[in-house]
């Protein structure tokens, strides 16, 4: 069964960092292009982020590129989020997912979703 | 940026009845339109993928149609699990985006 499991959310005052993580399991994380979206509370579903199975590619939103960064370590089956200088507009439920196409790229649906962690910034 | 419009932003159902929701892209995304169903304290699922291809495991009530800029998602004979937010979603260009949900009330 695949698993996606976040964590590293919580209280961070604006201007901080973050460091969330996404575990998976049920599947080899290196065949899959991997994502991450987030919905601020009472919002709708924005994408963040998606990131090729062997690193080597990354598609950022435009809006968040040069503070948050994506990464993966797949000898730990691990997908990661970066989130530096922190704003209250980030606050918001992250969520990590799967592409459904594998280590291809192309137009994919997300067909797998973990249930997120959420990420308040306030002082 | 692609621009998802979808519409009614709310409905009220009653048990069985049809639900259609449409999604307007402003710009042609082909077939690269997908749609998640969302419940309260949930995270989304993916119900039709390529605009009207069923994903594993969905209620066959579930169905999807267009191409281009117009898209619609339809529930056949609604039931009380079907009480959520629908979003559809554009993989054709980056960024990739939703739209901004419909909400769909048993009554």
């Known amino acids: 069964e695949v698993q996606l499991v976040e964590s590293g959310g919580g209280l961070v005052q604006p201007g901080g960092s973050l460091r969330l993580s996404c575990v998976a399991s049920g599947f080899s994380l290196s065949s899959y292009w991997m994502g991450w979206l987030r919905q601020a509370p009472g919002k709708g579903l924005e994408w963040v982020a998606n990131i090729k199975g062997d690193g080597s590619q990354i598609y950022f939103v435009d809006s968040l590129r040069g503070r948050f960064t994506i990464s993966r370590d797949n000898a730990k089956n691990s997908l990661y989020l970066q989130m530096n200088s922190l704003r209250a507009d980030d606050t918001a439920v992250y969520y990590c997912a799967r592409l459904e196409g594998g280590a291809a790229p192309g137009p994919f649906p997300y067909d797998s979703w973990g249930q997120g962690t959420l990420v308040t910034v306030s002082a | 940026e692609t621009v998802l419009t979808q519409s009614p932003d709310f409905q009220s159902v009653t048990p069985k009845e049809k639900v259609t929701i449409t999604c307007r892209a402003s710009?042609?995304?082909?077939?690269?339109l997908h749609w998640y169903q969302q419940k309260p304290h949930q995270s989304p699922k993916l119900l039709i993928k390529?605009?009207?291809q069923s994903f594993s495991g969905v209620p066959s009530r579930f169905s999807g149609s267009g191409s281009g800029t117009d898209f619609t998602l339809i529930i056949n004979s609604l039931e009380a699990e079907d009480a959520a937010t629908y979003y559809c979603h554009q993989s054709n260009g980056v960024p990739w985006t939703f739209g901004q949900g419909t909400k769909v009330e048993i009554k």
């Open positions: 710009e042609n995304i082909g077939t690269n």
């Open positions: 390529y605009a009207s």
